[in-house]
Every structure is written in C-alpha cells, then in structure tokens.
C-alpha cells in the first residue's frame, strides 16, 4: 500500500539554524499538509498546499517558515531560525482532494529537537 | 471555530473486554469527524470518519463510532480488545465548509493501555 514518507526521523538542530523537513507524499496526491505536535500537546495543523502554493495556513506559521515541492516528488518544510519553541514532532499529510470525503494519509513524523 | 476534547486521556482495559474512547466536538457547521489512531514510530492511520451519512460508522479492526448531534459525541467502541490495539487514538474535526474543508482540528489524544 502506498505511504507517505518522512526524512529524518529525528533531527536535532542548535537554536538560529535553518532546517529543511522533507516529505515524498503518496505519488497521485494533489494536497499537501504539514502538522506539527509539541510534546505533551494537540496535533496542530500548519499549512495546506495545493497547485504549487499555500491553500491554507494557521497563526503558527509565520515567515519563519516556508513549504515547497522542489520537484514533482518532494515537498519540504524549512524553518529559516529555529527557535527552542519549535522543538516538537513534525507530520506530512497529503490527500487526493480537498474536503472531508478525502482522506489525509500522514507521515511517521519527524521529532525535530532544538538545543 | 472547530474544536475536539477527548474526556481521557489515558484508558485501560483488559483483553476480550469492551473499548470506550470518549470524544465531544464544538463546530459552527456540518462537522465532519475522524478517528486516527498512532502505534508506536508510526504514522496516524485513519479508523474510520463520518461525513453526514449513516451516523454509526463501522471503521477498521472492528472499531466502530456513533455520530450524536444532540449530545455533540463521536464516541469510539469496539466489542473486545486485543493487544494489538493499544495505541494512541486521536479524534479530529473537519468544517465541511469549503474554505475550512482542508483543516483538521485534533484532540488531545487518548492512550489506550491493553493488559493480559
């Protein structure tokens, strides 16, 4: 069955540096997503993509971050100045469509750690 | 806005005896519910969602949901539990509004203990 891949699986970075999450969603999809989890707290959900730009996006995404699809494979997530509070697990969600009759199918995550 | 509680957050159960994971929704439109569940250093898998059909919805592994508009409820149930369903459940919201349909609001999850 096909599934949504994430790379690394754990990342640790030092506070001010630039990381860049990656994600292979499931090759037929069209929307992408990016979640994210602190420790201890909800599944938050971050931003949508769909057509080469952001359908959608919550408070927490800020112009620290930014999504791309480089490539007709890939679609990445980068923080441009990590911040101790971005510590938290990561997930890539892709779908077929858009709207409750498509399923989200998500990513094993990526636990990102700032020292 | 949209939004999920999950009344526990953590459940134990023995083996062969029944499941209840409790879960109540807030949303401003035709909600659209989910249950995902997360095994260990894996991804979230979908048990099972309801989109204003049938309001008891039968997902996978023998899972199973009630949709209650009165009572704002999507609780999950399963007749008997196995070990291999101790897990994390999640319970989401989706606003089948099409500007919101994208979005999904989680829970804060239940962790569901199975013992011998």
């Known amino acids: 069955e096909p599934e949504v891949t994430q790379t690394p699986s754990h990342q640790v970075t030092q506070m001010g540096q630039e990381v860049i999450l990656r994600c292979v969603p499931i090759?037929?999809?069209?929307?992408f997503y990016w979640y994210r989890q602190i420790l201890g707290q909800k599944v938050e959900f971050l931003v949508s993509?769909?057509?080469?730009?952001?359908?959608?996006k919550s408070e927490i995404f800020d112009d620290q971050f930014s999504v791309e699809r480089p490539d007709g494979s890939n679609f990445t997530l980068k923080i441009r100045s990590t911040k101790l509070e971005d510590s938290a697990m990561y997930f890539c969600?892709?779908?077929f469509g858009q709207g409750a009759g498509y399923e989200q199918y998500f990513g094993p995550g990526t636990r990102l750690t700032v020292t | 806005a949209q939004s999920v509680t999950q009344l526990d957050s953590h459940v134990s159960v023995s083996e062969g005896t029944p499941v209840l994971l409790r879960c109540n929704y807030s949303?401003?439109?035709?909600?659209?519910l989910f249950w995902y569940v997360q095994h260990p250093n894996k991804g979230l898998q979908l048990l099972l969602k309801?989109?204003?059909?049938?309001?008891l919805v039968k997902g996978i592994n023998g899972f199973e949901a009630e949709f209650k508009k009165s009572e704002t409820s999507f609780h999950l149930t399963k007749p008997s539990a196995h070990m291999s369903d101790a897990a994390e459940y999640f319970c989401?919201?989706?606003?089948?509004?099409?500007?919101?349909?994208?979005?999904?609001?989680f829970g804060t999850g239940t962790r569901l203990q199975v013992t011998l």
């Open positions: 309801y989109t204003s059909a049938a309001t």
């Open positions: 090759s037929n999809h069209l929307y």
């Open positions: 949303s401003s439109y035709s909600p659209s």
């Open positions: 969600a892709s779908s």
């Open positions: 989401v919201v989706s606003d089948t509004d099409t500007g919101t349909a994208s979005k999904l609001t």
């Open positions: 993509f769909y057509n080469n730009e952001i359908s959608e």
